[in-house]
């Protein structure tokens, strides 16, 4: 059986990647060969890289997370030489079975809509991903309707998932393939020379599996991390939360098996995020973490790969309930606090400009002895 990719940039330069399936379990072998991959942090360098830092005419430590940053940076890419990489933003777009338990304010039909917008530049993820000079690449990994455009990478897996609260969302086959859709992509994005990725999404009702992976991959009792999303009202939160618990009764996720996790109570493209989040650290690429449900596919990774975790950045702290406790469960601090609540990868967005302000510092800035300043 073989499944085409179409995988680019517009027809010109589009290319279709061939992906023969002879084996049932082709995909989490694929998965599991991308985590081996996953190398530590060159430790000299970050060391080199904070002996450096101490040597620019500043206080040491004066430059804050900029320094955390550029250290992190140069453990990710075993240089203290830090250039300006070229950045891209990928958006995992899929639906929900669940929407029909009513847990989201909008309509399952604005996710295909929102793909187009995004597609056509008018997105926030968009305006905020050209004010930084980076690239936004939208992936179908499941959305629910056919969407055409020239510019989609077209790679689904499933029509939407299936209605947890009912039945397992996906197969663990499904969560595989999907999870192997955003290595591809990362490679694809690779192989055009970019070196800084960051995850986006948009898939109307998918905090509600957020908040679900959250859940049960914390411990923690849905009630503490359920959240308004697009923003509902009180009664549709206790809902929301009801609908959540039935989900995790109904198909008992593995705590200890984040896939299995995925697959039962998660989402299309939150399974391609964590295949994003894995394909970049195996790269040796910073992955820019977005807010809540990028968060959720982070903590995903984070079990299903710890050593990941070293190469991803919080880039802001969500209003959504529970995304602090998430990031706290991968033991990540959030860089940016702008109150945003939107996902699609708009606050991912927001930190490429801040990455690059880190390695100018580096690059830029002069010595205590270069410009004859006492110490
Ligand atoms: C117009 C519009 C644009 C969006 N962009 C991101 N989201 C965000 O809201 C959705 C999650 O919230 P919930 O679980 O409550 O549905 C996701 O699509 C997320 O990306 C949007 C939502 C809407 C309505
Ligand atoms: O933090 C997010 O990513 C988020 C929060 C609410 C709705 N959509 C996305």
Redesign the pocket.
């Known amino acids: 059986m073989h499944k085409e990719y179409f995988v680019g940039q517009g027809k010109k330069d589009g290319q279709v990647l061939r992906v023969k399936e002879q084996r049932k379990d082709r995909w989490k072998a694929y998965v599991h060969d991308t985590i081996s991959g996953i190398a530590e942090l060159d430790y000299t360098a970050m060391e080199e890289m904070a002996q450096h830092l101490d040597q620019l005419t500043k206080p040491p430590g004066s430059l804050g997370r900029l320094e955390k940053i550029a250290v992190q940076l140069a453990g990710i890419t075993g240089s203290i030489k830090l250039q300006k990489q070229r950045k891209a933003v990928v958006v995992m777009a899929g639906d929900?079975g669940v929407?029909a338990e009513g847990?989201?304010?909008?309509p399952q039909e604005?996710?295909a809509?929102?793909v187009l917008?995004i597609l056509d530049g008018g997105?926030?993820?968009n305006v905020l991903a050209r004010q930084a000079g980076a690239s936004v690449y939208c992936v179908d990994v499941g959305v629910k309707t056919e969407v055409k455009h020239e510019r989609l990478l077209s790679c689904n897996v499933r029509r939407g998932t299936r209605n947890m609260a009912r039945e397992a969302a996906m197969t663990l086959e499904e969560a595989y393939e999907a999870i192997s859709v955003g290595i591809r992509i990362v490679d694809h994005l690779y192989q055009q020379g970019y070196r800084v990725l960051a995850t986006?999404?948009?898939?109307?009702?998918?905090?509600?599996p957020?908040a679900a992976i959250l859940s049960v991959l914390g411990g923690l009792p849905v009630i503490e991390v359920v959240g308004?999303?697009?923003?509902?009202d009180e009664e549709k939160l206790r809902h929301k939360a009801a609908v959540i618990e039935r989900a995790i009764e109904v198909n008992q996720p593995d705590r200890q098996d984040a896939a299995d996790v995925l697959a039962k109570v998660g989402g299309l493209e939150i399974a391609g995020l964590v295949g994003v989040i894995l394909g970049a650290a195996s790269r040796r690429c910073p992955v820019v973490i977005d807010?809540f449900?990028s968060s959720a596919a982070a903590l995903a990774a984070a079990r299903m790969a710890p050593q990941s975790v070293s190469y991803m950045i919080a880039s802001h702290l969500s209003e959504e309930r529970g995304h602090q406790k998430m990031l706290d469960c991968i033991g990540l601090t959030p860089v940016l606090h702008v109150n945003m609540?939107?996902?699609?990868g708009?606050g991912a967005a927001l930190l490429f400009p801040i990455i690059d302000s880190a390695a100018a510092i580096v690059n830029e800035m002069a010595t205590f002895d270069g410009a004859g300043i006492s110490r």
């Open positions: 929900h929407c847990v989201s304010a909008y604005v996710t809509q929102m917008n997105a926030a993820v986006g999404e948009m898939g109307i009702g998918n905090t509600t957020s308004r999303g697009t923003g509902i807010g449900i609540r939107l996902g699609e708009t």
